[in-house]
């Protein structure tokens, strides 16, 4: 059977005017809109494909699961076994439960002679039986009356001072019968309890539309009405995702979802967008599913995440995931296994004066937990060859190409293909190709003509995939570089939150800045920035084996710890 591949570029998402019948396998993760059932459908990766069922199909699953109750190929056994049949099936094993005495229900007094009288409900675990008994002061029983539950019936047994009588009332063990599906709250089982106990057995999804006109001109804001949503966003995971028709538009506008109601959720625009725009939103009780650590995640999942506004619910900055260096960057050769950390979201633009959005990853740790901030060192690394200069800034310099192979067009800003196509011999080339292809473009300000005059209009644009960090965007103070590249940067958060290096030797000197060399790792190195110096026409900034500000000569080997974005 074929497989639906073509999907326009960056969506996994596409509508499926065909029957049914005639839906071909989808890749794994990709998702298709059968429009004849109004069904949505995600390809596996075995080449099936499975249904994500709506609130409709929750109900019948749910009045199947209970028709079938316990039974060996009920998919949803283990989900309702710990609550009472809605209709038909066997209820096995003892009940237990109640107070000290085991009572569930209980009246008691004293009367004028001092007996003591007790009514009630009890179930005993060790003799099973419901009882009404009536104690004397003294502790023995005067009368008393139960009805023991057993494999072999029921049996009644009342006894007073001391003389028994007993009948069996049904030799053929226990049933209880005629039990329904509750319809309103007002029966012994409210239809609410059986509701909220059986909507976590499988997620819903539904297709809402954000309208051209259903925006707040003032706070971007529009809402959708989506049944099931909770006002508590800690019971559920709720995952927009924009259909694939909408993908551009819904992240052009910078749409994410910033809250949730009682069957609403809301959703805001960084630009209100110009057309309808198309989301699916999927419910899923958090008791049900715990998202993947971000180690644990695939590239894939994590961009998706990504794209749809969730990431920062889902992971933290400083959180890591562990990738393969496998090539040769200028002439170090790297076969290693070295950790990605999450320096901040929503951080950068994807174009010029477009939206704030994605994961911004800093490079490298040794460890998942615990490990080393490293910087990668080789002779080879260097901003530019001699002699030294910094004229043409950032966006000249061999670093940025040749080095890093953040663009593909030397001088000039990186194509689509920068990450899935790496120039040969730089470090993009030795990243894994499963993150080279959710790579995505950053616009970013640097001083680009450098030269050592400090003139705001050398700042200006350009689009990279794996660039330096800016002096400002790790220190959050400017020293050495062009006094503009502050208007138009931010630091990072990672850094911003402030946390100490505890490997430092020097107490004074714990700076979550510092970072070591990945050849000696008892060594703090002096990584590099894009920042050209504004007072030298030689230099660029960097961050000393301290983790403070500083310049290097353009021609000096220095060590490097670029960002990318998912």
Partial sequence: MPIISAFPTGESTVDYTGPKPGLPSLEEGKVAYVTDEKRLYTGNADGTNTQIPNADDVKTDVSDAVSSHNSATDAHASQFAKYLPLAGGKMTGAITGGDNEGYFYKTQGENHNGDRYVKGFAVYQSNPLIAAIHY?????????AHVLLGVDGVEAIVSRNGSET?????????????VVTPTTDTMPTPKSYVDAATSAVTPNACKVTLTASGWD?????????????????SKQLIMPMPAGTSMSAYNEAGIQMTAQGDNSVTFTADTVPTA??????VVQSVNDVTPPTLDQASWDYISKQSLAGNAKNLWAVGDCKKIKLSGTAGKLSLNTELYVYILDFDHDSSTVGGTKDGI????????LTGGKDICLDDLTFVMNPFPDTNSGGWKNSEMRYNVLGSTNVQNGDATATTATSPVAYSLMSCLPADLRAVMRPMCIYTDNTGGGSDTASFVTTTIDFLPLLAEFEIHGARTYANSAEQNHQAQYKYFKDGNIDPFAADVNDQYVTTKYKYSDQSLEGNWLCRSPSSASGRHFCCVNDTGHETTKKASFSNDVAPMFKV
């Avoid at 309808?276 to 939103?281: A, H, I, K, P, T």
């Fill in 136 to 144: 004397k002061k003294d502790g023995k029983v005067y009368s008393n």
């Fill in 360 to 367: 911004t990853f800093g490079t490298f740790k040794t460890a």
């Fill in 217 to 233: 001109s003032t706070a971007k804001t529009q809402s959708a009405t989506v049944s099931g949503v909770l006002e508590d966003e």
């Fill in 276 to 281: 309808d725009v198309e989301v699916w939103v």
């Fill in 166 to 178: 007993a009948m069996l009332l049904q030799p053929d063990g226990v049933h209880i019968n005629n």
